[in-house]
Protein backbone atom coordinates (compact mmCIF):
# COMPACT_ATOMS: atom_id res chain seq x y z
CA UNK A 1 0.00 0.00 0.00
CA UNK A 2 0.85 3.78 -0.57
CA UNK A 3 2.51 5.51 1.88
CA UNK A 4 -0.57 8.18 1.88
CA UNK A 5 1.67 10.93 3.68
CA UNK A 6 4.86 11.27 1.95
CA UNK A 7 3.02 10.77 -1.57
CA UNK A 8 0.46 13.81 -0.52
CA UNK A 9 2.99 15.79 0.20
CA UNK A 10 4.16 15.41 -3.32
CA UNK A 11 1.25 16.51 -4.97
CA UNK A 12 0.77 19.03 -2.81
CA UNK A 13 4.45 20.50 -4.02
CA UNK A 14 3.11 19.59 -7.23
CA UNK A 15 -0.12 21.73 -6.75
CA UNK A 16 2.09 24.55 -5.67
CA UNK A 17 4.19 24.33 -8.85
CA UNK A 18 1.65 23.89 -11.12
CA UNK A 19 -0.17 27.20 -9.91
CA UNK A 20 3.48 29.47 -9.59
CA UNK A 21 4.25 28.07 -13.28
CA UNK A 22 1.04 29.15 -14.51
CA UNK A 23 0.89 32.34 -12.96
CA UNK A 24 4.72 33.09 -14.57
CA UNK A 25 3.95 31.34 -18.28
CA UNK A 26 3.68 34.14 -19.92
CA UNK A 27 6.95 35.57 -19.05
CA UNK A 28 9.45 32.31 -19.48
CA UNK A 29 7.10 30.35 -21.83
CA UNK A 30 9.76 27.37 -22.90
CA UNK A 31 10.80 26.75 -19.10
CA UNK A 32 7.42 27.26 -17.74
CA UNK A 33 5.99 24.79 -20.56
CA UNK A 34 8.54 21.88 -19.42
CA UNK A 35 7.72 22.44 -15.78
CA UNK A 36 4.30 22.57 -16.38
CA UNK A 37 4.45 19.25 -18.60
CA UNK A 38 6.37 17.39 -15.77
CA UNK A 39 3.99 18.30 -12.90
CA UNK A 40 0.77 17.18 -14.59
CA UNK A 41 2.46 14.33 -15.26
CA UNK A 42 4.22 13.38 -12.06
CA UNK A 43 1.10 13.98 -10.13
CA UNK A 44 -1.09 12.04 -12.90
CA UNK A 45 1.23 8.69 -11.66
CA UNK A 46 0.75 9.57 -7.98
CA UNK A 47 -2.88 9.57 -8.57
CA UNK A 48 -2.98 6.51 -10.57
CA UNK A 49 -0.82 4.92 -7.92
CA UNK A 50 -3.63 6.00 -4.86
CA UNK A 51 -6.03 5.09 -7.33
CA UNK A 52 -4.58 1.73 -7.52
CA UNK A 53 -4.31 1.64 -4.17
CA UNK A 54 -7.94 2.24 -3.21
CA UNK A 55 -9.31 -0.52 -5.53
CA UNK A 56 -6.88 -3.34 -4.16
CA UNK A 57 -8.31 -1.62 -0.40
CA UNK A 58 -12.12 -2.44 -1.67
CA UNK A 59 -11.48 -5.40 -2.83
CA UNK A 60 -9.50 -6.93 0.63
CA UNK A 61 -12.01 -4.71 2.76
CA UNK A 62 -14.87 -7.06 0.57
CA UNK A 63 -13.45 -10.36 1.38
CA UNK A 64 -12.91 -9.98 4.61
CA UNK A 65 -16.04 -8.18 5.54
CA UNK A 66 -14.41 -5.76 7.39
CA UNK A 67 -15.96 -1.99 7.56
CA UNK A 68 -14.60 0.01 4.50
CA UNK A 69 -14.05 3.44 4.63
CA UNK A 70 -15.09 6.00 2.38
CA UNK A 71 -12.88 5.67 -1.05
CA UNK A 72 -14.49 9.12 -2.87
CA UNK A 73 -11.13 9.13 -5.74
CA UNK A 74 -13.02 5.92 -7.65
CA UNK A 75 -16.04 8.56 -7.93
CA UNK A 76 -13.80 11.54 -8.89
CA UNK A 77 -14.73 13.25 -11.90
CA UNK A 78 -12.87 16.29 -13.95
CA UNK A 79 -14.38 18.48 -16.07
CA UNK A 80 -12.74 18.53 -19.60
CA UNK A 81 -13.72 19.78 -23.33
CA UNK A 82 -13.17 16.72 -26.21
CA UNK A 83 -12.71 17.09 -29.65
CA UNK A 84 -13.89 14.11 -32.04
CA UNK A 85 -10.62 13.10 -34.71
CA UNK A 86 -11.53 14.37 -38.04
CA UNK A 87 -7.95 14.05 -39.75
CA UNK A 88 -6.18 11.10 -41.55
CA UNK A 89 -5.82 8.27 -39.11
CA UNK A 90 -2.71 7.31 -41.13
CA UNK A 91 -0.93 10.15 -40.56
CA UNK A 92 -0.82 11.70 -36.62
CA UNK A 93 2.50 13.10 -35.22
CA UNK A 94 2.99 13.85 -31.41
CA UNK A 95 1.74 17.36 -31.19
CA UNK A 96 -2.09 18.35 -31.76
CA UNK A 97 -2.55 19.61 -35.09
CA UNK A 98 -6.15 21.56 -34.86
CA UNK A 99 -6.87 20.77 -38.24
CA UNK A 100 -6.87 16.46 -37.09
CA UNK A 101 -9.75 17.14 -34.55
CA UNK A 102 -13.19 19.07 -35.00
CA UNK A 103 -13.29 22.04 -33.21
CA UNK A 104 -17.20 22.55 -34.31
CA UNK A 105 -17.88 19.36 -32.33
CA UNK A 106 -16.72 20.05 -28.99
CA UNK A 107 -17.91 18.88 -26.31
CA UNK A 108 -17.53 19.45 -22.60
CA UNK A 109 -17.85 16.44 -20.30
CA UNK A 110 -16.83 14.83 -17.02
CA UNK A 111 -14.38 12.07 -16.85
CA UNK A 112 -13.63 9.45 -14.41
CA UNK A 113 -10.19 11.14 -12.63
CA UNK A 114 -8.37 7.78 -13.06
CA UNK A 115 -9.10 7.49 -17.12
CA UNK A 116 -7.65 11.21 -17.39
CA UNK A 117 -4.93 10.45 -15.71
CA UNK A 118 -4.64 7.44 -17.76
CA UNK A 119 -4.70 9.23 -20.56
CA UNK A 120 -2.05 12.13 -18.89
CA UNK A 121 0.47 8.91 -18.42
CA UNK A 122 -0.10 7.50 -22.00
CA UNK A 123 -0.37 10.89 -24.14
CA UNK A 124 1.04 10.54 -27.28
CA UNK A 125 -0.59 13.68 -28.23
CA UNK A 126 0.16 16.95 -25.98
CA UNK A 127 0.62 20.68 -26.06
CA UNK A 128 0.17 23.31 -23.87
CA UNK A 129 -2.51 25.81 -24.48
CA UNK A 130 -1.70 29.99 -23.85
CA UNK A 131 -4.20 32.10 -23.41
CA UNK A 132 -4.07 35.03 -26.48
CA UNK A 133 -2.99 38.14 -24.72
CA UNK A 134 -1.16 37.49 -21.58
CA UNK A 135 0.53 33.86 -22.95
CA UNK A 136 0.05 32.53 -19.69
CA UNK A 137 -0.40 28.72 -19.83
CA UNK A 138 -4.09 27.74 -19.35
CA UNK A 139 -4.91 24.46 -20.45
CA UNK A 140 -2.98 21.28 -22.33
CA UNK A 141 -4.26 19.34 -24.58
CA UNK A 142 -3.88 15.38 -24.94
CA UNK A 143 -4.79 12.10 -26.62
CA UNK A 144 -3.22 8.80 -25.74
CA UNK A 145 -1.68 6.48 -28.00
CA UNK A 146 -5.00 4.41 -28.28
CA UNK A 147 -7.20 7.25 -28.38
CA UNK A 148 -5.40 9.65 -30.50
CA UNK A 149 -7.49 8.70 -33.64
CA UNK A 150 -10.51 9.01 -31.51
CA UNK A 151 -10.67 12.05 -28.83
CA UNK A 152 -8.14 14.93 -28.14
CA UNK A 153 -9.13 16.08 -24.24
CA UNK A 154 -8.58 19.57 -23.37
CA UNK A 155 -7.86 20.17 -19.54
CA UNK A 156 -8.02 23.36 -18.01
CA UNK A 157 -5.35 23.35 -15.54
CA UNK A 158 -7.18 25.28 -12.79
CA UNK A 159 -9.29 21.39 -12.80
CA UNK A 160 -6.66 19.92 -12.63
CA UNK A 161 -5.06 21.42 -9.56
CA UNK A 162 -8.55 21.10 -8.25
CA UNK A 163 -8.61 17.27 -8.91
CA UNK A 164 -5.02 17.26 -6.87
CA UNK A 165 -6.23 19.10 -3.80
CA UNK A 166 -9.24 16.84 -3.89
CA UNK A 167 -6.49 13.89 -3.66
CA UNK A 168 -4.60 15.24 -0.92
CA UNK A 169 -7.63 16.15 1.61
CA UNK A 170 -10.18 13.22 0.48
CA UNK A 171 -7.46 10.03 -0.72
CA UNK A 172 -7.35 7.54 2.25
CA UNK A 173 -5.11 4.89 1.32
Not at 34 to 55: G, T
Not at 73 to 93: C, D, H, R
Not at 113 to 142: A, D, P, R, T, Y
Request: proline share 2%.
Amino acid sequence: MLLDGYWKKELKHNARQLDFWIKVSGKVSIYAEHKVNKYILYSAVIIRKMFEDEKGAETAFKKSNMHMPALELLKYKVKVTTYPFSGNKNFIIERAIPENYNQEKAVDEEIALNKLCNQIIHSFVWSVVHEQVSLKICEVIFASDREKTNVLYALKLEDFIKAINFCIEKGTI
